[in-house]
Structures are given as structure tokens and as C-alpha cells.
Antibody
Framework: QVQLQESGPGLVKPSETLSLTCTVS????????WSWIRQPPGKGLEWIGY???????NYNPSLKSRVTISVDTSKNQFSLRLNSVTAADTALYYC???????????WGQGTLVTVSS | EIVLTQSPGTLSLSPGERATLSCRAS???????LAWYQQKLGQAPRLLIY???SRATGIPDRFSGSGSGTDFTLSISRLEPEDFVVYYC?????????FGQGTRLEIK
């Protein structure tokens, strides 16, 4: 059974870079598309972007200028970098997996990232 | 991008009753590319329905989805106590994929 686990700092200072990693276990990262999705406290879900094991990616236009998602197939991991963060980027960040039709049937437990000085 | 509007924001019902949750899209969703998720407090969303009406693996048959174009519905027959949580719709027919703002199902 495929499992996802997010890791990374829980606190980031304003204007700095948020960096998270998702480790895929129980299956190969060469299957599925891998996304990052976030949820501000008490609010709804926002898709950030996806990456395929080949490196092809797609980002939400609302975040595209600040986002980079990368993949490391040797470690079965993919990562998120979000630059120039503000308090508005405070959220629960989930990594998720999908097929090519982008409904998400695999989810990590989520990790809370707070942007504060 | 496609905006999904869920209604009602909160639905108050009793266990055993039937719930009907709405998700309206603007503009329309192509090819019935709509999913529904259930999110319990402190947990990640769980896929219930994809392609508007197909149940995900392990989802009880009291959950059903319908609709096309701009209007979609999630129905839950015979509500169980564990069903009183938050539900989201998601369209994946156009990029970026987007989610509705959620409907909270509460015990009356």
C-alpha cells in the first residue's frame, strides 16, 4: 500500500523560502503524478502544482512565479519550494498522488507550515 | 479557471436521513471530470467519487454522485454518525484543478 509522508520546517520567516519533501513508500514514484495541495487553517483546498517522474510539471498560475516542484526518483521523493513567503502562505501542506486524470486518491497526513517572524 | 460553488455551506440533518450536497461550476466542467472528497477533522481529504459518479475503492454504496456540465450532486443515503464532517468537490477537466469551498454536514 502506497503511503506518503511530508517533512520540512514548520516555521518559515516572511520573505524566505518554504521547502517541503514528500517521501513515497510502498510503491514507485515512477507511477502516478505527484502534487502539492495546501489548506489554510479553517479554509478550503488549493492545488499548488504537480510533477511527473520524468520531470514534466504544471503549476497553478496563481503561484507559478514562486513555485518549484522537483523529483528525486533515486530517493522516491518529490519536493516543493515556495519563494518569498508571506503570512498568506500559512497553511497545512499536503502531498498527494493521482493518475493522469488528477483526482487524488493518495494523500499524506499533511504538515502545518506557519509563516511568521 | 473554473470556479466551483458548493451549497449549502452547512447542512443540518439527523442520522438516518438522506443528504444532498450541491456543486455548481462556472464555466462548465468538461467530460464529467468532477470528484468528491470527505474530510474529517485533523485528517487529509478522502476520495469518495470520481468522474462525477464512480465510487472510489472501499466507499460504501450509500455515497453516490451525479450530474454533468455545471451542476453536480453528492448524495448520502442513511446518514451515519461518522458522515457528519466536511465535503469538497473538485474539477479536474481544466487546468488548474480547483476545489469548492466545502459543505459542512452537521447533526441536527
Amino acid at each position: 500500500q502506497v503511503q506518503l509522508q511530508e517533512s520540512g520546517p514548520g516555521l518559515v520567516k516572511p520573505s524566505e523560502t518554504l521547502s517541503l519533501t514528500c517521501t513515497v513508500s510502498g510503491g514507485s514514484i515512477t507511477h502516478n503524478y505527484w502534487s502539492w495541495i495546501r489548506q489554510p487553517p479553517g479554509k478550503g483546498l488549493e492545488w499548488i502544482g504537480y510533477i511527473y517522474y520524468s520531470g514534466s510539471n504544471n503549476y497553478n498560475p496563481s503561484l507559478k512565479s514562486r513555485v518549484t516542484i522537483s523529483v528525486d526518483t533515486s530517493k522516491n521523493q518529490f519536493s516543493l519550494r515556495l519563494n518569498s513567503v508571506t503570512a498568506a502562505d500559512t497553511a497545512l501542506y499536503y502531498c498527494a498522488g493521482s493518475g493522469s486524470y488528477f483526482w487524488f486518491d493518495l494523500w499524506g497526513q499533511g504538515t502545518l507550515v506557519t509563516v511568521s517572524s | 479557471e473554473i470556479v466551483l460553488t458548493q451549497s449549502p455551506g452547512t447542512l443540518s440533518l439527523s442520522p438516518g436521513e438522506r443528504a444532498t450536497l450541491s456543486c455548481r461550476a462556472s464555466p462548465s466542467v468538461t467530460s464529467g471530470s468532477l470528484a468528491w472528497y470527505q474530510q474529517k477533522l485533523g485528517q487529509a481529504p478522502r476520495l469518495l467519487i470520481y468522474d462525477a459518479s464512480s465510487r472510489a475503492t472501499g466507499i460504501p454504496d450509500r455515497f453516490s454522485g451525479s450530474g454533468s456540465g455545471t451542476d453536480f450532486t453528492l448524495s448520502i443515503s442513511r446518514l451515519e454518525p461518522e458522515d457528519f464532517v466536511v465535503y469538497y468537490c473538485q474539477q479536474y477537466g481544466s487546468s488548474p484543478t480547483t476545489f469548492g469551498q466545502g459543505t459542512r454536514l452537521e447533526i441536527k
